[in-house]
T-cell receptor
Framework: GQNIDQPTEMTATEGAIVQINCTYQ??????LFWYQQHAGEAPTFLSY??LDGLEEKGRFSSFLSRSKGYSYLLLKELQMKDSASYLC??????????WGAGTKLIIKP | DAGITQSPRHKVTETGTPVTLRCHQT?????MYWYRQDPGHGLRLIHY???????DKGEVSDGYSVSRSKTEDFLLTLESATSSQTSVYFC?????????????FGEGSRLTVL
C-alpha cells in the first residue's frame, strides 16, 4: 500500500529552527508537496520538490531525497504565527496526491 | 486566492437525510476535487472532476456522488448521511497542469451527522 509518515506533533521555541520530516512509500513518484494548515482553516501551498536537493523560499526550505523516500521542511526564525499543521503529500504514478496525516507544530515563546 | 467558495460552511443533519455541499469557483479551473479531513488521517479524496460532466472516484467514494454541470460548480451529495460521514469537507481546484499544479482549497464545510 501507499504510505506517508510524519510526526504527529512537534514543539519548538520562537526564534529557533525546526525540521519536520516526511517519509513516503508510494507507487511511483511525480513530486512532493508541503502545505500549511492553521487550525480551522484550509491548507495553503508551501513548496513543491520533484528533483533531489534543497529548495529555499524565505524562512522555509524543503529538501528531497528520492532514493531514500524522504523529505523535510525546515522552518527558520520561528514566529508564533508558524503554529500550524504541516501536511506532506506525494504525487504518485497516476498523478494522484497521497497525503500524510500532518504534523502539528506548537511554537512556544 | 483562487476564488473558491463552499456552502454551507456548517451543517448539522440527522442520519438518513440527504445533504448537498456546493463548491463554486470563479477562475475557470478545469480540475476540481472533494476531500474529507478527519483527525489522524490525511486528506482523503472522495471524487474529482476534470471537466464539465467528467468526474471520477477517489479512494473514499462510497456513499457519495458528485455532479459538475457547469465549469464553476462542483456539487457533492450524500444520498443518505451516516454518522461516519461527520467530517470537514474541502473542495479544491488545481492551478496549472495536472502533474505540477498546486491545489487551492475552499474554506471547508463542517458536517455533523447525528
Amino acid at each position: 500500500g501507499q504510505n506517508i509518515d510524519q510526526p504527529t506533533e512537534m514543539t519548538a521555541t520562537e526564534g529557533a529552527i525546526v525540521q519536520i520530516n516526511c517519509t513516503y512509500q508510494t507507487s511511483g513518484f511525480n513530486g512532493l508537496f508541503w502545505y500549511q494548515q492553521h487550525a480551522g482553516e484550509a491548507p495553503t501551498f508551501l513548496s513543491y520538490n520533484v528533483l533531489d536537493g534543497l529548495e529555499e523560499k524565505g524562512r522555509f526550505s524543503s529538501f528531497l531525497s528520492r532514493s531514500k523516500g524522504y523529505s523535510y521542511l525546515l522552518l527558520k526564525e520561528l514566529q508564533m504565527k508558524d503554529s500550524a499543521s504541516y501536511l506532506c503529500a506525494v504525487l504518485d504514478s497516476n498523478y494522484q496526491l497521497i497525503w500524510g496525516a500532518g504534523t502539528k507544530l506548537i511554537i512556544k515563546p | 486566492d483562487a476564488g473558491i467558495t463552499q456552502s454551507p460552511r456548517h451543517k448539522v443533519t440527522e442520519t438518513g437525510t440527504p445533504v448537498t455541499l456546493r463548491c463554486h469557483q470563479t477562475e475557470n479551473h478545469r480540475y476540481m476535487y472533494w476531500y474529507r479531513q478527519d483527525p489522524g488521517h490525511g486528506l482523503r479524496l472522495i471524487h474529482y472532476s476534470y471537466g464539465v460532466k467528467d468526474t471520477d472516484k477517489g479512494e473514499v467514494s462510497d456513499g457519495y456522488s458528485v455532479s459538475r454541470s457547469k465549469t464553476e460548480d462542483f456539487l457533492l451529495t450524500l444520498e443518505s448521511a451516516t454518522s461516519s460521514q461527520t467530517s470537514v469537507y474541502f473542495c479544491a481546484v488545481q492551478a496549472g497542469t495536472a502533474d505540477t499544479g498546486e491545489l487551492f482549497f475552499g474554506e471547508g464545510s463542517r458536517l455533523t451527522v447525528l
